[in-house]
């Protein structure tokens, strides 16, 4: 049954129950009644990416999270998340997907996939209110009272330790941690957007032996580390200066990228994130009177710049999961309100498109394992697979020689009618 409904997914593309038994013999209450039991969909997502990815591979992992427009009232997690096609927060539901990514073929598949819980505490501004002014006869009479009120002992009182409001970052590192043991062995760097470059998070990773790299702040306060002579007695001086953007002249330059865009480098200490980085800075002159920068960052010194901006940008094939899962697979067409059935509709949604991925790669490479992939269309595999399943269909329903209609030298222009042409 599992492996059939990620087939039957393709064709349809959604994860309407009421449309996948359609599609196939099977009831719709068969596909209900299957998306109960729980799998372990990371160990099948697990041993895919390992058939999938080439020994000797350079692979990175990620995460991004991804807003699910879901309308009702009593659906499992439904919260106010930020939406980022609209640019503002809305109520909805989100996940949070971390992946594996293929840096050399630029190909990403997802590991793991988890809803975020309603109700978890997000940073809010404080409000300030106005100041008011206080006579001085009620701050004397203030005085006197406080002089009147009995002596305390000084036995030591018990303090009662609060409870640690838990946060959406707190949810997101327990997703890293409870994955981690499914990721390849070999993987070495996290990379993630600069949502995620919060203290918590970054120590958090450090902890699971891995390097994370994301994406600065412009505002962030950052320190030249001091490497003059040291004083003979005393502390050592470790810092010279805060870092301004408006002199490069401490910066060491990589290369020019294109003319008006130049990469620099150099290893800084992070004030809020309490360790020394490697900051790899596109300066953006192109535009005349105006400068841009972008600043990324690799908790290991020792990366050099151009391989932090190549594995940040092969980060974004985790936006190509949620265009084409959103788009192809059904990733927003649940029709369910609990959370099991949720979790199970969410991780069939990545699956399929892994499986997809995964049979691209095989029939391309079946003849010279070693030829470069091509690029990866999900709207051309599902249009394939439709046709596929189309003219199986036929073929059934008309009582024809399958051997014949097969071996006919225009069934596979059948099979890639409609396709993007390559």
């Known amino acids: 049954m599992l492996t059939l409904f990620p087939t039957i997914l393709l064709v349809c593309g959604k994860v309407n129950f009421t449309n996948l038994s359609r599609y196939s013999e099977l009831s719709e209450k068969t596909y209900r009644r299957q998306s109960h039991p729980a799998f372990c969909f990371m160990s099948l997502n697990a041993q895919l990416i390992e058939a999938a990815i080439p020994d000797g591979a350079t692979c990175i992992g990620g995460m991004d999270c991804s807003f699910i427009p879901k309308s009702g009232k009593s659906t499992y997690g439904l919260d106010w998340f930020y939406n980022g096609s609209q640019s503002r927060t809305q109520k909805g539901l989100e996940i949070s997907v971390i992946a594996v990514i293929d840096v050399e073929a630029q190909c990403g598949y997802s590991l793991s996939v988890q809803q975020t819980p309603a109700g978890l505490a997000k940073p809010k501004a404080k409000a300030q209110s106005q100041p008011q002014s206080i006579r001085w006869e009620t701050v ?75 994406k600065l702040r412009s505002d962030a306060d950052r320190r030249y580390l001091y490497s003059g002579v040291q004083k003979p007695r005393g502390a050592k001086r470790k810092y010279d200066g805060k870092v301004q953007w408006s002199d490069w002249s401490r910066w060491s330059h990589v290369r020019q990228l294109e003319p008006g865009l130049d990469l620099y480098t150099l290893v800084v200490w992070h004030v809020s994130l309490k360790r020394q980085i490697r900051i790899a800075a596109l300066v953006d002159t192109r535009k005349v009177g105006k400068t841009g920068y972008a600043l990324l960052f690799s908790t290991d010194i020792e990366l050099d710049a151009e391989q932090i901006l190549k594995y940040y940008k092969a980060r974004f094939q985790i936006e190509f999961i949620f265009r084409d899962a959103k788009q192809f697979t059904g990733l927003c067409d649940a029709q369910t309100r609990q959370p099991q059935t949720l979790d199970f509709h969410f991780n069939a949604s990545l699956t399929a498109l892994n499986l997809a991925k995964y049979e691209d790669q095989r029939c391309a490479t079946q003849d010279n394992p070693k030829q470069p992939l091509p690029p990866f269309s999900m709207a051309s595999y599902k249009r394939v697979a439709f046709n596929d399943h189309l003219l199986e269909r036929f073929i059934s329903m008309l009582d024809l020689n399958p051997t014949l209609i097969k071996s006919h030298p225009n069934y596979q222009n059948l099979r890639s009618y409609g396709i993007i042409a390559p």
Request: proline share 7%; glycine share 2%; hydrophobic share 40%.
């Open 140 to 214: 004397e009479q203030a005085r006197q009272m406080l002089e009147q009120l009995p002596v305390k002992s000084t036995a030591p009182a018990e303090v009662e330790e609060t409870a640690v409001e838990p946060t959406r970052m707190d949810a997101y590192l327990k997703h890293l941690q409870d994955t981690y043991p499914y990721l390849p062995t070999h993987l070495k760097y996290w990379v993630v957007d600069g949502f995620y470059s919060k203290k918590k998070f970054v120590d958090g990773v450090m902890a699971l032996n891995l390097q994370m790299i994301s």
